[in-house]
């Protein structure tokens, strides 16, 4: 029977050999690493490596993401579907075995890691959603939502502000189930860390509230072993375990230092290592005995038996709570989502209420909220300002579950929880802010396209409208940065039916996450035909048309629309033929085919497009022959009516900029 530190030196081998063949990658963590992931995953990690997405399995993250080498060795030696040939071509095209854990690549990888600090913030998120989970399934002598989330993190994960953020607010909502081992080993890229990371770790951690284990071997299972077991007896706190260890653990000449942090050892290295080592086997080659040593399959599948069982008595016990569970997990909408959401749209084109479009997304969380019990709600402390709560929405406070959230003032963080939550399943999280502030979070919204996850972002103050705050409270170039990055759904409504039609479209955005950007000011109601109510599902629609061709075409968006609708009746008045196009969603718009757009956007006709943020974005509908009424400076602090003069959001402006094309 192979040794422990037998079966950790395969993933040692692995990781030097890999990062040897593609002359690219990390070695450096894997090696340091190994020992605590022998421990973790052959002892404590519950999962099934054949069904690597069964609803009850414990969570691992790896946060310090560069390290990837060390997850994919543990995927292929665990009994994962990632053969030897994926290993091998680890960093190259195509493989599942990206440079960094790539979500949806290899199986097993819970979520995409690499920009540093997300990963321990995602796991919060996946801890906090088993929580939830639990306080709403569970059942006496029920407990079908119980498992653990478990995270490798590093020094630089350590510094990123994301991880306080996501931490402090692990220890305030008292995450039992949460286990981060920190790499401690003294090394980042520029090499020891003593002149740039000298926080005491131990006491930053405490002073979150979580129970932390100080001073443990990373290279003696013994001590791991301990470690794991005092922080399972800890079920009110999270737990940080603090492991020494030696980066690149093995190599002679190049562990303990930052040479092995980023680039391949070396061939000489790599022999030197194996020698050192003990390990006498070809790059790619691992002994039956060390495969038998790491082969979960088996007690993998006992786990996930005695999990279909208790699933199964619970869904004796409680039939719809259990076919309820099903329908979160797999992210299916409820059966009654198409006709519900139809007459919500009905409903809100009947009121057409003209109030600011943050409150018309207010009125359609109240109605969706009541068909998805899957939503958690919450705001960067702004619940006010981007009214994101409900009628009987529950808040979390401090350790009682709920399903909204006060993130605090914590942007970034609730952007990385929320992907953790939507990646763990069962949940449809979305969160508010200041649009602004969506450039504190914005890689995470970014992770949350990467990663194809529903999450849905509140972005409210959506431009100089919002007036008095002044030019740091308004965005300028934010809206279209959103729309850039790919995957990503940007919505900026003009009144309350665009605004349910958008939320409608959100929702039923199982592929990705999906932007809302609202204003804070009011925006006059519109009553739409039914025509016009489907058509707006496509992004962008002839708002008004005149017969024959027109002269020019209008296209605007949230609180623009009106001035284009006031500068066409001006337009037309002295005799010009002026269509006016509603853009709310320019990403929709794209994906629609050619047909459709040239319909909207007839081909020849000159085209003004009129958005209170940068202009360049929109040369891409206008042309260089268009004109853009837009704004390419900072904003200034005035009242927002002031300022839409000011900054030349008038009637008058844009029936000039039409005419200036004409
Ligand atoms: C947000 C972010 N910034 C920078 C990087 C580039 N980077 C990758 S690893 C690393 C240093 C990490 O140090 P540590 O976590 O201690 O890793 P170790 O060298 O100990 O493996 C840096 C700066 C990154 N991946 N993400
Ligand atoms: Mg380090």
């Known amino acids: 029977m192979a040794t422990r530190k037998e079966l950790a030196n395969a993933i040692r081998a692995l ?127 029920h407990d079908i939502v119980n498992h653990r989330t478990w995270v490798f993190l590093g020094d630089g994960c350590m510094m990123e502000g994301v991880s306080h953020e996501a931490c402090a607010l692990a220890g305030t909502w008292g995450l039992g189930k949460l286990t981060a081992f920190w790499d401690d080993n003294g090394i980042s890229i520029d090499g020891h860390i003593e002149g740039w990371y000298t926080d005491d770790t131990a006491k930053r951690f405490e002073a979150y509230g979580w129970h932390v284990v100080p001073n443990v071997d990373g290279h003696d299972p013994v001590a791991i072993e301990a470690a794991i077991e005092e922080a399972k007896k800890v079920t009110d706190k999270p737990t940080l375990i603090c492991t020494k260890t030696i980066i690149g653990w093995g190599s002679p000449n190049k562990s303990g230092s930052h040479d092995c942090h980023g680039s391949a050892l070396g061939d000489a290295e790599v022999a030197a290592t194996r020698a050192n080592i003990g390990w006498n086997h070809d790059p790619f080659v691992i002994p039956q005995d060390i495969y038998d040593g790491w082969n979960a399959r088996t007690k993998g599948q006992g786990s996930e038996t005695l999990w279909n069982n208790k699933f199964a008595e619970y869904a004796a ?243 623009e629309l009106d001035l284009a609708i006031k500068a066409a009746a001006v337009l037309t008045e002295e005799g010009k033929k002026v269509r006016v196009v509603s853009m709310p969603s320019t990403n929709v718009f794209d994906r629609q085919d050619q047909a459709y757009k040239d319909s909207v956007l007839t081909p020849g006709v000159k085209r003004v497009a009129v958005e209170a943020a940068h202009p360049d974005f929109w040369r891409k509908y206008v042309g260089l022959e268009g004109a853009v009424v837009g704004i390419d400076t900072f904003g200034e602090s005035a009242p927002g009516g002031a300022l839409f003069k000011h900054f030349g959001f008038t009637v008058d402006n844009v029936v000039n900029a039409a005419k200036s094309v004409m």
């Open 15 to 141: 990781a030097m050999d890999a990062v040897q063949k593609a002359n690219s990658g990390h070695p450096g963590a894997p090696m340091g690493m190994a020992d605590i992931a022998e421990v973790l995953w052959n002892h404590h990690l519950r999962h099934n490596p054949a069904n690597p997405k069964w609803a009850d399995r414990d969570r691992f993250v790896l946060s310090n993401g560069h390290g990837s080498m060390l997850i994919y060795s543990l995927l292929h030696l665990t009994g994962y579907d990632l053969p030897m040939d994926e290993i091998k071509t680890f960093r190259q095209l195509h493989s599942k075995c990206a440079g960094h854990p790539e979500y949806g690549y290899a199986p097993g990888v819970e979520t995409t890691t690499g920009p540093l600090g997300q990963g321990i913030a995602n796991a919060v998120g996946f801890a906090m959603a088993e929580k939830l989970l639990a306080e709403q399934f569970n059942k006496p002598g």
């Open 317 to 559: 016990a409680y039939p719809a709570e259990a076919a309820e569970f099903k329908r979160r997990m797999a992210g299916e909408l409820p059966a009654n989502w198409k006709e519900a959401t139809a007459a919500l749209i009905q409903a809100t084109n009947e009121k057409a209420e003209g109030v600011a479009t943050r409150k018309a997304s207010q009125n359609a969380i109240n109605a969706l909220a009541g068909l998805l019990p899957e939503f958690v709600g919450g705001s960067a402390d702004l619940t006010g300002s981007n009214l994101t709560n409900w009628t009987g929405a529950h808040h979390v406070h401090g350790k009682k579950p709920g399903n909204y959230i006060s993130y605090g003032v914590r942007e970034f963080g609730m952007a990385a929880i929320m992907n953790g939550m939507a990646l763990h399943g069962g949940i449809l999280p979305f969160g508010g802010t200041f649009h602004m502030f969506s450039d504190y979070m914005k890689n995470g919204m970014r992770m949350s396209a990467l990663m194809h996850q529903r999450v849905v972002y509140v972005l409210t103050h959506d431009s100089i409208g919002q007036g008095e705050d002044g030019p740091t409270h308004q965005p300028v170039e934010n809206t279209s940065g959103l729309r850039y990055i790919p995957r990503m759904d940007v919505w900026r409504p003009a009144d309350s039916v665009e605004t349910a039609i958008a939320w409608v479209a959100a929702v039923e955005r199982s592929e990705g996450p999906t932007s809302l950007v609202l204003s804070r000011q009011n925006v006059p109601g519109i009553k739409h035909d039914d025509a016009q109510l489907a058509l707006i599902r496509k992004g962008g629609y002839v708002f008004s048309d005149v017969a024959g061709k027109a002269d020019v075409i209008l296209i605007a968006n949230g609180s």
